[in-house]
């Protein structure tokens, strides 16, 4: 699914149960991580968090269904784009428009896996 059609899809859902339901689903549709990715822990996340990437692809890796659909939207959002077009995206105000109701918790991970992505 790609972000725009996260985006498009989330406008629809009543509240927001709803749409942390759908964001767990998506954690089913992650990717295998390839054997040859380079894999990296982020810190700074309350669960235990992993981007990989090989070459212009980023693969992600959670222990919980809702990081899992966390990651599968910055997947979606920067996966195909080269390092200087995610560099160049405000992955912030991309994610914070979704309107999703995360606790403290999942927004300081949230804000880890940006500062990843931009410090790539």
Do not use: H
């Amino acid at each position: 699914m790609t972000f725009d059609e996260i985006k498009k899809y989330l406008t629809v859902l009543d509240g927001p149960v709803e749409k942390l339901e759908f964001i767990m689903d998506l954690g089913n549709t992650l990717q295998p991580v390839p054997s040859n990715a380079k894999c990296y822990e982020v810190a700074g996340c309350a669960s235990f968090v992993q981007i990989c990437q090989s070459e212009d692809r980023f693969y992600a890796k959670a222990d919980s269904a809702l990081v899992r659909g966390i990651m599968a939207v910055f997947i979606a959002m920067v996966d195909g784009k080269s390092v200087q077009q995610i560099k160049e995206m405000n992955l912030a105000d991309e994610f914070g428009a979704l309107n999703l109701q995360l606790g403290a918790g999942r927004t300081n991970g949230v804000n880890s896996v940006i500062r990843f992505f931009e410090n790539l």
